[in-house]
């Protein structure tokens, strides 16, 4: 198994994760991966650290930076004032696909719900993504809801 370290993303980790999240079919039609980066990237990047509730995780192998998530704790009434942890814009740089990376990730996530008293870890994937859908499933994720998405632009 690989060693990765965890840690929080800083303000130079932006462009590299930018890169990530365009780097496939859908990312590269719904991200701005060009320079200078766009504004909003460093805007969204400063809410995220401002809210003690988010945390953009970056997975490095020795110095180089081989994935990252974002996860969200919320606060619910459901399921008896419980807390869940919403896992968003989980990417592996794609040469450092199929080593085990991915697994890492998530479960590095569980741990980090588990610690902060989480009850339930959620994700969602888009449906045009089967490799995602099966890989989170391997890892005993199920899909037991229909969500529903509705664009504001």
């Not at 993303?9 to 932006?14: G, M, S």
């Not at 990730?105 to 859908?133: F, H, V, Y």
Request: aromatic share 8%; hydrophobic share 40%; proline share 3%.
């Amino acid at each position: 198994m690989l060693k990765l370290t965890f840690r929080e993303a800083v303000e130079d980790d932006l462009p590299e994760l930018v890169k990530m999240l365009a780097d496939d079919d859908l990312g590269s039609r719904r991200e701005d991966s060009s320079t200078p980066l766009n504004a909003r990237y460093l805007s969204a990047f400063n809410e995220i650290v401002a809210d003690h509730n988010n945390q953009l995780i970056v997975a490095e192998l020795g110095n180089d930076t081989v994935g990252m998530l974002q996860l969200t704790y919320i606060p619910y009434l459901t399921h008896t004032g419980s807390w869940r942890c919403l896992v968003e814009g989980v990417r592996v740089r794609r040469a450092a696909r199929g080593q085990g990376i991915g697994t890492q990730l998530i479960q590095w996530a569980i741990e980090q719900a588990k610690n902060k008293g989480c009850l339930m870890i959620q994700l969602t994937s888009d449906k045009t993504r089967p490799d995602a859908l099966e890989f989170y499933q391997s890892l005993g994720f199920r899909a037991s809801h229909v969500g529903f998405k509705l664009a504001l632009d």
